[in-house]
């Protein structure tokens, strides 16, 4: 398959999700005497508590060949369900299904579907990718697993830089959390020996129903000579909303293998 191809069907796995909130604001950085621990209780903390989630969005999908304006529909049930419906002048180009251990998409005008796990994305990216980070990325939340004894933390660009106090010779990553509310601001993985890039970076961050969630963000990709850009900005987010999720494959579509 096509790496064109990929990075859509990774555009909405990645797109597809997007407690009250009780971090510090206002944090002087000059001053903060904030330990590795608390910064990163605090950003846990920071993740939005909800049950269902309804949005809209605007994105813009640009590779080497193409730029594609895209709408999309997101449907959510936290830690359960992502369901989105991607259009463009009104038409459903694509839906994707999502659950924490199963990925269902297909594409209209390709005749195209695809039904498996994470694992066999993950083969293809050369990076874990699951349910959570995918659903982590949306909520402006670290996709790694920080803890005290692995990480450390130093202040850059006025926000706390979190990072490895030794760095995985093929995994170098970071991430860039803002002191109002620590949220991510910048997060960037490479994996050298493989050629690959990966980065995210938020826009500002809105408050709804007391907690922050990101208004728009921005992804690059690439490996080797491949060069992918992916922004999405939220035109609407409704909270705790009744919502279905409607799914089923069309009956003669080709099944999509990533080899």
Not at 17 to 29: A, V
């Amino acid at each position: 398959m096509g790496i064109r191809k990929r990075c859509i069907i990774l555009s909405l796995v990645i797109f597809a999700s997007c407690g009250g909130n009780k971090t510090p604001i206002g944090t002087n950085l000059a001053s903060s005497t904030l330990t590795i621990k608390e910064i990163i209780k605090i950003h846990k903390a920071a993740s939005p508590g909800f049950k269902t989630l309804a949005a809209r969005a605007n994105l813009v999908f640009e590779d080497e060949k193409t730029t594609q304006h895209i709408t999309v529909s997101l449907r959510m049930e936290k830690d359960k369900i992502i369901w989105i419906k991607a259009s463009m002048l009104g038409i459903t180009l694509a839906k994707a299904m999502i659950t924490p251990d199963r990925v269902r998409y297909y594409e209209k005008l390709s005749g195209t579907y695809f039904d498996g796990d994470f694992a066999l994305i993950s083969h293809w990216l050369g990076a874990d990718l699951d349910f959570k980070k995918a659903q982590d990325i949306l909520l402006g939340q670290s996709i790694f697993q920080l803890n005290t004894s692995d990480y450390n933390s130093i202040v850059a660009q006025n926000k706390y830089k979190v990072q490895p106090r030794l760095q995985p010779q093929n995994f170098i990553h970071s991430l860039l959390l803002n002191p109002d509310n620590f949220k991510v601001a910048f997060a960037n993985l490479s994996q050298p020996d493989n050629g690959r890039m990966f980065t995210v970076s938020y826009a500002d961050h809105q408050k709804i129903d007391g907690a922050f969630y990101p208004s728009a963000f921005t992804i690059n990709t690439s490996e080797n000579d491949s060069k992918t850009r992916i922004e999405l900005s939220y035109k609407k987010i409704d909270i705790n909303v009744d919502i279905q999720f409607p799914f089923n494959i069309p009956d003669g579509y080709d099944e999509i293998r990533l080899n």
